[in-house]
């Protein structure tokens, strides 16, 4: 499948054709996973082309480069000019967002200090990340055999590009065994997220999502799903959730930046309620897409 990006990518304070935004194969990040990155969206809006959330998506990329000592040679007012020129640039109306940080080309063995610190901010017309009809009718996931990272082994708070090794093994076995997407243990057993997603289980009208000592990224779409789902006047809590309670759940539904909110239909071919979306996470998705169009206000704190 052809990449669906061409435009112009700002590389280290530039801005290169989509075809020249290239690296030397000697690339410590190639080798060693030693990259951060974000992904955020950007949607029409009546005042024209709105970036979801960027400060908190900026934050979050300074955050994890601080964890692996890879400092950005940019300041984040910098990098957030540098990507709202990417999108104006690139004439798009609504896109998805990929800045990069990684050690570059310098000296290849584990030691990256060699390495200088690169920046690259693509973007490209992303469409609907579990497929065109996940929003409405949901996904069928499974209960992947690999487990998220133990703490004190790959920082989970860290958008790391090596995290994304574990992820794939999700992804792949999920996809090969004829799921949508995978739910990820954590080392314990209880339910941490979907391979690029967070998770939200509803039972009873209570809405429990798992909390940060789970081996989550900690998403910015979770959040801005927790903040909302309270002011819809629904009870959230965040606590561990046994691997079972996804057999017996209402609703279940995933939230992140490239899947938005996707509602879940079955797990491991259990139907999820009534194996569709359910009316709360509709609500839900409701509410949030009101807000990337500008119709709808969030408190900004919960
Ligand atoms: N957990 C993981 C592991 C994850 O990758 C993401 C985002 C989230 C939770 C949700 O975070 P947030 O986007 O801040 O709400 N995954 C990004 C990358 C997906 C990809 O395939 O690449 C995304 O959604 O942009």
Same mark, same amino acid.
């Given at each position: 499948m052809p990449f669906p990006g061409t435009g112009p990518i700002w590389f280290n304070g530039e801005f290169v054709p989509w075809d020249e935004a290239n690296v030397h194969v000697m690339t410590h990040a190639l080798h060693y996973g030693s990259g951060v990155f974000e992904g955020i969206r950007c949607y029409k809006t009546e005042r024209g082309p709105a970036v979801f959330r960027l400060d908190e998506h900026v934050d979050r990329m300074f955050t994890s480069s601080k964890i692996y000592r890879m400092p950005i040679p940019y300041t984040p007012e910098q990098i957030r000019d540098a990507i709202l020129d990417t999108i104006r640039r690139n004439e798009l109306e609504s896109c998805y967002i990929r800045p990069l940080v990684f050690r570059g080309? %310098? @000296?290849? %063995? /584990?030691?990256?200090? @060699?390495?200088p610190v690169e920046v690259a901010i693509g973007v490209w017309d992303w469409g609907k990340y579990l497929g065109p009809e996940a929003l409405e009718k949901g996904v069928n996931v499974c209960v992947s055999s690999w487990n998220r990272a133990a703490p004190n082994t790959f920082p989970a708070l860290a958008k790391a590009s090596g995290n994304y090794l574990n992820s794939q093994l999700a992804k792949m076995e999920a996809l090969e065994n004829g799921y949508e997407e995978a739910i990820v243990l954590d080392p314990s057993g209880y339910v941490s997220e979907g391979s690029g997603e967070n998770i939200f289980l509803i039972k009873d009208e209570g809405i429990i999502t798992p909390p940060s000592s789970t081996s989550i990224l900690p998403g910015i779409t979770r959040h801005s799903v927790i903040v909302l789902a309270r002011e819809l006047g629904y009870e959230v809590v965040k606590r561990q959730v046994p691997r079972e309670t996804l057999y017996i759940a209402d609703e279940l539904f995933f939230t992140g930046t490239a899947a938005e909110v996707t509602p879940i239909a079955t797990v491991d071919r259990i139907p /999820? %309620?009534? %194996?569709k979306r359910g009316p709360m996470t509709e609500a839900i998705q409701e509410a949030f897409f009101a807000i990337l169009r500008e119709e709808r206000k969030i408190a900004t704190t919960g």
């Open positions: 080309y %310098g @000296q290849i %063995g /584990v030691n990256p200090r @060699q390495c /999820v %309620g009534e %194996g």
